[in-house]
């Protein structure tokens, strides 16, 4: 039992860390109004363990705060940004059965919508000096779009290969 536990934490460690650390390596893509986080692959991991929703979450809470210790966010995306990660990654793991050729689309789709309601939401309601409908779906539009890019392709392809080499076992064991 508590080697299933120690199991579990470092998962999500070390999830946490790569997150982290691919966001932060590629700055100029990773924050900003229209982002393409590499790190945003990594919130289809809950397909295969609710873990990995920890993980990936806690990365984008690191992450968020120390963009905002460098300079290159805000509080306000601290708290939000990593709400949407959350909520992004839960629906990724509900919707996980749902597959269309053998991928899991609908648990793609779900860090891209909710980041593209809460971040475009966060955009509109601080940054823009006059909050408003057009300045919401700007913000989200951009804010999807690369959401998109980083779990349509980059992350569908992930699982595809964690999936087709065999190590998804080690996440779904957890």
């Not at 873990?51 to 995306?77: H, K, R």
């Not at 990724?92 to 689309?105: A, E, N, Q």
């Amino acid at each position: 039992m508590e080697n299933r536990k120690l199991k579990r934490l470092v998962t999500s460690a070390l999830l946490a860390a790569i997150y982290s650390v691919l966001a932060l390596a590629l700055p100029l893509l990773s924050f900003g109004p229209v982002q393409f986080r590499v790190s945003e692959a990594l919130t289809l991991l809950p397909v295969f363990s609710p873990v990995a929703g920890v993980g990936v979450t806690v990365g984008c809470l690191i992450t968020n705060t120390i963009g905002f210790l460098m300079g290159v966010t805000f509080p306000q995306d601290i708290l939000f940004g990593t709400l949407a990660t959350l909520v992004g990654c839960v629906f990724t793991w509900l919707l996980r059965g749902i597959r269309f050729r053998g991928l899991p689309v609908l648990s793609a789709l779900a860090p891209v919508v909710s980041n593209t309601l809460i971040i475009g939401w966060e955009i509109n309601a601080f940054f823009l000096d006059t909050p408003s409908l057009v300045g919401f779906v700007t913000s989200a539009v951009g804010v999807g779009l690369g959401e998109l890019a980083a779990c349509l392709g980059l992350g569908l392809l992930l699982v595809a290969l964690l999936e087709r080499t065999g190590l998804a076992r080690h996440f779904r064991e957890l």
